[in-house]
């Protein structure tokens, strides 16, 4: 065993675990975090997916060993200040879920994705999307969300820069 820190939606956590306990066990069984979830165990299907760098990764692949004092963002970390992320957000106008045991995993790579490309073509949508797995086949309503959620990031954004423009000019 032994002591790792990491940073989690925000806030540092110190585990006692062996290192080679994938960091999917760390973040819900010792962090009591529901976002990730356990889907294959292989990192094929993305139900486990969590941010760290910016970066879709695995969370069932990735040792403690290699999490060591990452900063890493889980669905649960997506909303601020209570206001739900545009992710989010889309996720519940698209009406997207039927199941939902993979939109953990839909939304953060999609919040990859959109970091990445604000405004990205349906080709890059399902490039970007290819890797994340849905039992239910809700692809057409991820992909529906996703472009909503371009729509609103690309609106704050725009309402952000005109406000700073406004206070520089004035």
Not at 15 to 41: H, K, Q, S
Not at 76 to 91: R, V
């Amino acid at each position: 065993m032994s002591n790792f820190s990491l940073t989690v939606n925000g806030q540092t956590q110190t585990v006692d675990v062996d290192p080679a306990t994938p960091l999917l066990y760390v973040l819900r069984n010792d962090l009591g975090l529901e976002g990730p979830r356990f889907g294959c165990g292989l990192g094929q299907c993305g139900a486990c997916t969590v941010i760290i760098k910016g970066e879709a990764v695995r969370s069932c692949l990735r040792p403690m060993s290699q999490a060591a004092g990452a900063e890493i963002t889980t669905l649960e970390g997506l909303a601020q200040g209570g206001k739900l992320h545009p992710i989010q957000q889309a996720w519940i106008d698209e009406q997207v879920p039927a199941c939902g045991y993979c939109q953990n995993g839909q939304m953060l790579t999609a919040k990859v994705l959109l970091d990445k490309n604000p405004n990205p073509t349906d080709a890059q949508i399902r490039q970007g999307m290819a890797g994340t797995l849905c039992r239910c086949m809700t692809y057409y309503g991820i992909h529906a969300a996703i472009k909503r959620a371009a729509k609103s990031v690309t609106k704050t954004a725009d309402s952000e820069q005109s406000a700073t423009t406004k206070e520089v000019t004035a």
